[in-house]
């Protein structure tokens, strides 16, 4: 059964650090990988998507890339901005009518 | 751009109690989902539909009930509430399956409490 952790579980940072959200998966046969964003009460908003076959992906500020054969993806957001402050969530895809998600990092970046 | 809505946004069942949560999409999409999600469990696919008039099982669909009638609405119902159902539902559509092509779109969620 593939299991996806993401540590740390919260992190707070100063407004302009550079930080890596981590993502680890059990199973390395993976479709693609998926980071999504949450505010609070809200749902969730696609960042990047990483096919299996790619080993990166950018968008602004944030960078994610994939390691399939150790199982870990990390989301890389640079010069950390007050509105960058929500819960971070990483997903699988593993082709069995499912996306495995991780419990996510709540991210608070202090002005 | 009303993109995914989910109604009602909250709501306090009594055990026993049925109700029915709907999702609606304006995008066009194929796919739809429904998920719950828990505090420290992530997400958890309850049901979804690969297009209308079509649905199946996800990891957690028992107690569980979906009908996607029309391309646009996805209905979820409880037909005897249980506490363990205490929850935020969320709905997802997609073009891709499982957002396979990178648009995985979210409804803003609907908080359920089962006393």
């Known amino acids: 059964k593939q299991e996806v952790t993401q540590i740390p579980a919260a992190l707070s940072v100063p407004e302009g650090e550079n930080l890596v959200l981590n993502c680890s998966f059990t199973?390395?046969?993976?479709?693609?990988l998926q980071w999504f964003r949450q505010d609070p009460g809200k749902g969730l908003t696609s960042l990047l998507l990483i096919q299996s076959s790619q080993r990166e992906q950018t968008s602004g500020r944030l960078n994610a890339s994939l390691d399939k054969s150790s199982g870990r993806s990390t989301l890389y957001i640079a010069a950390s901005q007050p509105g960058d402050s929500a819960t971070y969530l990483c997903a699988v895809d593993t082709g069995r009518r499912a996306l495995t998600f991780g419990s996510g990092t709540r991210l608070q970046v202090q002005p | 751009n009303a993109g995914v809505t989910q109604t009602p946004k909250f709501r306090v069942l009594k055990t026993g109690q049925s109700m029915t949560l709907l999702c609606a999409q304006d995008?066009?999409?194929?796919?739809m989902y429904w998920y719950r999600q828990d505090p420290g469990m992530g997400l958890r696919l309850i049901h979804y539909?690969?297009?209308?008039?079509?649905?199946a099982k996800g990891e957690v669909p028992d107690g569980y009930n979906v009908s996607r009638l029309k391309k646009q609405n996805f209905l979820l119902g409880l037909e005897s509430a249980a506490p363990s159902q205490t929850s935020v539902y969320f709905c997802a559509s997609s073009s891709g399956l499982f957002g396979s092509t990178g648009e995985l779109f979210f409804g803003e969620g609907s908080r359920l409490t089962v006393l």
């Open positions: 995008m066009n999409h194929e796919y």
């Open positions: 539909s690969v297009g209308e008039g079509t649905t």
């Open positions: 199973d390395s046969a993976i479709y693609n």
